[in-house]
């Protein structure tokens, strides 16, 4: 079965940080593009970042760029999500998403999702 | 605010057509960018419906179906079922943002 597993999310205070984890399972990881999308309570979808099959190009969202870090690692079918210099505004749900061939394509395959809320 | 525009609700019959349109700009849609849809029901994680602008993955029923046309996209979704009341967001890639944008999503209630 194809599938995304996320981790690493929790409480933290406003300027701490956090690494989430995405561990995929079912397909050859190392061949697709991925991306992080975060979800805040009650709001809609936000893309955050994409980091290609072999790492060579990466994005960000302008309202994480800075302050968050994609990478993966291919050997172990796994993609994380450095945070640091949380915002309250940050607070959301983290799903990790399968892309397409390309950077513009749809995202295919999604995880459960995992919470980071940032509070005092 | 949202770079693709999205009604925050729709609302239909069981068996009725109703359709989401998701409108954005010259430089997301308008450049042609393709646009893809999502379901998201209470709870869970958005679910892939309509990629490419058209296309339907394996598995999503043929009552789905998505088109394009200059800086909008539309969802329709025909003989509306109770397991269809969810969340659908449209998204695509925005050449300015250099990135992937949603819009704000709508709120489908089966009366």
């Known amino acids: 079965e194809v599938q995304l597993v996320e981790s690493g999310g929790g409480l933290v205070q406003p300027g701490g940080s956090l690494r989430l984890s995405c561990v995929a399972s079912g397909f050859t990881f190392s061949s697709y593009n991925m991306n992080w999308v975060r979800q805040a309570p009650g709001k809609g979808l936000e893309w955050v970042s994409y980091?290609?099959?072999?790492?060579?190009?990466?994005y960000y969202a302008d309202s994480v760029k800075g302050r968050f870090t994609i990478s993966r690692d291919n050997v172990k079918s796994s993609l994380f999500l450095q945070m640091n210099s949380l915002r309250d505004e940050d607070t959301a749900v983290y799903y990790c998403a399968r892309g397409g061939r390309y950077y513009v394509d749809g995202f295919d395959i999604w995880g459960q999702g995992t919470m980071a809320t940032v509070s005092s | 605010q949202s770079v693709l525009t999205q009604p925050p609700s729709v609302s239909g019959a069981p068996g009725q057509r109703v359709t989401i349109s998701c409108t954005g700009r010259s430089s997301n849609i308008g450049a042609g960018y393709d646009v893809h849809w999502y379901q998201q029901l209470p709870a869970t994680a958005p679910k892939l419906i309509i990629y490419g602008n058209t296309n339907r993955p394996s598995g999503v029923p043929d009552r789905f179906s998505g088109s394009k046309s200059g800086t909008s996209a539309s969802l329709a979704i025909t003989g509306l079922q109770a397991e269809d009341e969810a969340d659908y967001y449209c998204?695509?890639?925005?050449?300015?943002?250099?990135?992937?944008?949603f819009g704000g999503g709508t709120k489908l209630t089966v009366l």
């Open positions: 980091i290609s099959y072999s790492s060579g190009s990466i």
């Open positions: 998204q695509s890639f925005d050449s300015s943002l250099s990135g992937s944008v």
